[in-house]
């Protein structure tokens, strides 16, 4: 019996102003507050609030049989709070019909298990606590910054506790397997996999609304059908995507509500399936092979690689310098520059550097809130270039006998 | 002088159309950037065509391959004259010399006029050789000037040049053929495409409404397709002029490759350059306040402005009203060798322009490895992805810009490596594509068998 697994990646930035060569050292307040609060209003506006209120009606409408689970970065959690307490608590709402789950990921959305490992525990164990505080739930499940995936990660998962773990199906390690089976991956002991089938989940996270696509438009049971051929040859079909594909990288105008308004009762005509959270798949299912990757795969571009946040000099020097600090940073024990560090390591600082594309013109791929990359690595060199002066003054103050008490407090930890 | 057919893809099945160009300026007469952009463009499209290319004035020893190239200055103005009654183009001989003593890109320097009046009569006495000396007159009233003669003149004789051309296409360059266009077109009635380099509100300001104006603004109304040099100069031509962008075809320069070098530097400081004319259009007084700015946070900078304008003295004043004399260097006019010495030793390139059609100069810099920063208000900005963009008036940024430059490797080194990739766009074979596909998207050429 497959069952229907939908993961939404809900995430906002906290990005960074314009700032100028000649700030540094005279502004200390790094954020663009004011474009963040309209980005955040706008999505709010025309997709969170939208969405989650179809996804309420649909679980009351199916009386529980419908079931997604979110990944909530802590970076979009806390804009929430500050700005949009309705979204968050519509988020609240679908928590307690016990049909959403909440999965785990890094709190700031970062890159960090690449830089760091104690920097990547520390997110992942904050953003744990954020959920339980919201939701009450403790997540079971992880899913990292842009399905960015390996083995070594797997493993580490693993051993934080978690039961599963979320990626992309990359066809250069599946071979020609599907993707539509739990994989156990290479060198771990019993968490599984759930890699995303990307066919199925780009056909509407991305080619829902294109004209020239020869299966538009798509309707609700033309999609079920292609979810029920993997019926005997199939047990979950991971339909993985960000949240904005609803109302925002797919307007309303598009029909995509529609859709999504018709799928489940189209997907559950047929009685061998259903739909579960991550969690109860991990339960119900059995790993069927090992899943080999042992370079990182995300679920980012053609590549599905991470060359979209660290293929250029300037993506390599932006993240190098921002996990130099990390010592520093914590030495200093302050919890406003701990957050700002934490908030400089999300990884679209990094995807707006990207010049990918950049010259072959196609440069509206990417959304960015800079003219160009170049600008996106300017603005935040020179806010580090800020930053890293504060925490050299910072540190500076503390005394060596601190200093030492405090690098053996880091460490116990 | 034998006009023979050029096409090296003779023997293919393609039709290879054949295109009537007017210019102006043409090496080695005026090495500006006009002649060499004609030059460059004509060679590229003898690739996809026969091209023969009218100027006022050539030098007969200077022959260019695969192109037929009609200095006027080289056509007896008899044999002129009986073109219609005379049956090919054989005929015509070298005899009379026309000058033209008009430099149209130096509004605030043109040449002494104390021969000129001689000229143009010397000029009027060629044609009074025969019976139709009563038409140039006429058109010397309607206009009046001396300028606006020359550009009539050139226009009558082409035309009547025209006549005995076998051609499918006019295309003219800039307001100075622009007259030579329409009457070619009116005699003819072959479609006429103006290549758009430069424009009066690009040299003179929005408020340009002067005779230049009003003949661009008529030529182009007139036209059946403009080619302006960038998608800026489309906008130009669409805000300014109110011609319908659907006949604007935007077609980008190309550049010649050169064997970029490194030189050794001549002062311990980092150098910062300007190269063009100290003119409005360039917008080099707000070199000056960027070097302000710049030299407010870093004192080890100097700044270079190559070439010469109007705007010389009053550069030299505000530079030193600023107090920053002492890092700001006017080197007055370059020839190119030594524009490229200073290119080998520069470490970013500045380009304010107000208004730039294109500005080759910036595409140069990449070319010796610079990373360029260029106002948003110019042609090439369009094509260097691998560069920093700011509006000319964005004093902060562009210094800001410059700093980042001059204190950041990581960011030099990936700028270059974009502008690089630029390059191999950037070349007068694509921009020769793009010309022959826009006569054949409008239909102003007979269709390829």
């Known amino acids: ?413 | 002088m034998v006009i023979e057919p050029l096409s090296k893809q003779a023997e293919s099945t393609a039709y290879v159309p054949k295109v009537l160009m007017l210019g102006w300026e043409f090496p080695p007469v005026i090495n500006g950037g006009l002649g060499v952009a004609c030059h460059d463009l004509c060679i590229a499209m003898s690739k996809y065509s026969n091209v023969t290319m009218i100027i006022p004035k050539s030098n007969p020893d200077f022959v260019v391959k695969n192109l037929n190239l009609i200095g006027l200055n080289t056509i007896d103005a008899k044999t002129l004259r009986n073109i219609g009654h005379a049956d090919s183009y054989r005929k015509v001989k070298q005899v009379h010399f026309i000058n033209t003593h008009l430099n149209p890109y130096y509004n605030g320097n043109l040449e002494p006029h104390h021969d000129l009046q001689n000229l143009t009569s010397q000029y009027l006495k060629a044609i009074k050789i025969g019976d139709e000396i009563v038409e140039v007159f006429q058109i010397d009233d309607l206009y009046g000037g001396d300028v606006i003669e020359k550009v009539t003149i050139f226009g009558k004789l082409a035309a009547k040049l025209a006549l005995s051309l076998d051609f499918d296409v006019i295309h003219a360059h800039d307001w100075m053929t622009m007259i030579a266009g329409m009457e070619i077109k009116a005699k003819t009635g072959k479609p006429l495409v103006m290549h758009i380099h430069s424009l009066e509100v690009d040299r003179g300001g929005p408020q340009s409404k002067g005779w230049v104006y009003q003949v661009e603004k008529r030529g182009m109304e007139y036209a059946d397709i403009l080619m302006p040099v960038s998608n800026f100069t489309g906008h130009v031509i669409h805000d300014y002029y109110h011609i319908p962008w659907s006949k604007i075809v935007p077609v980008h320069n190309g550049i010649r490759p050169v064997e970029p070098f490194k030189s050794e530097q001549m002062f311990k400081e980092k150098m910062v350059l300007f190269v063009g004319r100290l003119t409005r259009q360039k917008g080099p007084e707000f070199f000056v306040d960027i070097a302000e700015r710049v030299l407010e946070k870093d004192q080890n900078v100097r700044f270079v402005m190559a070439g010469t304008g109007e705007y010389f003295n009053p550069l030299l004043e505000r530079a030193a009203q600023k107090g920053i004399a002492h890092r700001f260097h006017l080197t007055g006019f370059l020839n190119l060798d030594k524009v490229r010495k200073l290119l080998s030793i520069a470490d970013v390139y500045v380009m304010p322009s107000l208004s730039e059609p294109f500005g080759l100069s910036a595409v140069e810099a990449v070319q010796f490895g610079i990373p360029a920063v260029i106002s948003k208000q110019s042609g090439v900005s369009e094509v260097l992805n691998g560069s920093l963009k700011f509006d000319y008036w964005d004093i902060n940024r562009a210094a800001g810009y410059i700093l980042s430059l001059l204190h950041d490797p990581v960011l030099v080194e990936n700028v270059k490596a974009d502008a690089y990739k630029d390059l191999v766009n950037i070349s007068w074979d694509n921009s020769a594509k793009k010309v022959i596909d826009g006569y054949n998207k409008f239909k102003l050429i007979p269709e390829p068998v």
């Open chain 1, 1 to 413: 019996m497959p069952s229907v697994c939908f993961y939404f990646q809900v995430h906002q930035p906290f990005r960074l102003k314009r700032y100028s060569f000649f700030d540094i050292g005279k502004d200390h307040f790094y954020e663009d507050d004011e474009k963040n609060k309209l980005i955040l209003d706008k999505v709010s506006e025309k997709c969170y609030l939208k969405t989650n209120r179809k996804i309420l009606d649909l679980i009351n409408r199916h009386k529980g049989k419908f079931k997604v689970s979110y990944s909530i970065s802590g970076t979009a959690l806390e804009q929430f709070e500050n700005h949009r307490p309705d979204v968050l608590q519509s988020f609240i709402d679908l928590s307690k019909t016990g049909c959403v789950e909440f999965l785990s990921e890094t709190y700031y959305h970062s890159l960090s298990f690449i830089y760091s490992k104690d920097e990547f525990k520390r997110q992942v164990e904050m953003h744990r606590e954020k959920i339980k505080l919201y939701f009450n739930q403790t997540p079971k499940v992880f899913r990292n910054t842009e399905l960015i995936y390996n083995n070594e990660l797997a493993s580490f998962i693993e051993k934080m506790g978690f039961k599963a773990i979320v990626c992309e199906g990359v066809d250069r390690h599946l071979g020609n397997r599907a993707p539509n089976f739990l994989y156990q991956p290479a060198g771990t002991l019993k968490i599984k996999s759930f890699l995303k089938n990307y066919r199925l989940s780009d056909d509407i996270a991305f080619r829902f609304s294109d004209r020239n696509w020869n299966e538009w438009p798509l309707h609700a049971d033309t999609f079920a059908s292609w979810v029920h051929k993997i019926a005997g040859n199939g047990e979950v079909m991971n339909l993985f995507m960000d949240y904005e594909t609803f109302g925002e990288h797919q307007w309303e105008e598009t029909g995509v509500f529609d859709f999504l308004d018709h799928l489940p009762m189209e997907i559950m005509k047929h009685s061998d399936f259903d739909f579960k959270t991550l969690s109860e798949a991990a339960d119900q299912y059995k790993v069927r092979d090992i899943y080999d990757v042992p370079e990182f795969t995300s679920w980012a571009d053609a590549e599905l690689d991470l060359s979209v946040w660290l293929s250029n000099a300037m993506e390599k020097e932006a993240a190098k310098r921002i996990y130099q600090l990390e010592e520093k940073v914590l030495l200093t024990g302050n919890k406003d520059l701990i957050d700002v560090w934490g908030k400089m390591q999300t990884s679209d600082h990094f995807y707006y550097m990207c010049t990918k594309f950049w010259s072959d013109g196609d440069v509206h791929k990417y959304f960015s809130p800079y003219d160009s990359p170049y600008d996106a690595y300017i603005y935040y060199m020179n806010v580090l270039a800020d930053f890293e002066t504060t925490i050299e003054e910072t540190v500076k103050d503390i005394a060596p006998v601190k200093k030492s008490r405090r690098r053996k407090e880091i460490a116990d930890n």
